[in-house]
Nanobody, 125 residues
């Protein structure tokens, strides 16, 4: 059983930075991409960023492109999300996710099998 545990959320001001981390355990993650999603109050969960197993391929949603950076440490089974130039519209619960099978790096929520409990990010104006 996969366990994903996020950390690093908090309350910041617009323009500040935050770094989220996710530690994975429970099975091998070889050849599995990892991703971050977010869900604002009253809205659907949306894709933020994904990274391939090797770390050489990344994908970002347009609203965060150029501001957020996803990375992973395979040896430690961790994935991080560096968030810079934060905006009030970035306020949401952020979730780490692992897809249902290896070799895919989807944007669709339904193709992810394992989720963390989420960490709140609040950006004040």
């Amino acid at each position: 059983q996969v366990q994903l545990v996020e950390s690093g959320g908090g309350l910041v001001q617009a323009g500040d930075s935050l770094r989220l981390s996710c530690t994975a355990s429970g099975r091998t993650f070889t050849n599995y991409a990892m991703a971050w999603f977010r869900q604002a109050s009253g809205k659907e969960r949306e894709f933020v960023a994904a990274i391939s197993w090797s770390g050489s391929i990344t994908d970002y949603a347009d609203p965060v492109k150029g501001r957020f950076a996803i990375s992973r440490d395979k040896a430690r089974n961790t994935v991080s999300l560096q968030m810079n130039s934060l905006k009030p519209e970035d306020t949401a619960v952020y979730y780490c996710a692992s897809p249902s099978r290896p070799y895919i790096r989807p944007r669709e929520v339904g193709l992810y099998e394992s989720w963390g409990q989420g960490t709140q990010v609040t950006v004040s104006s």
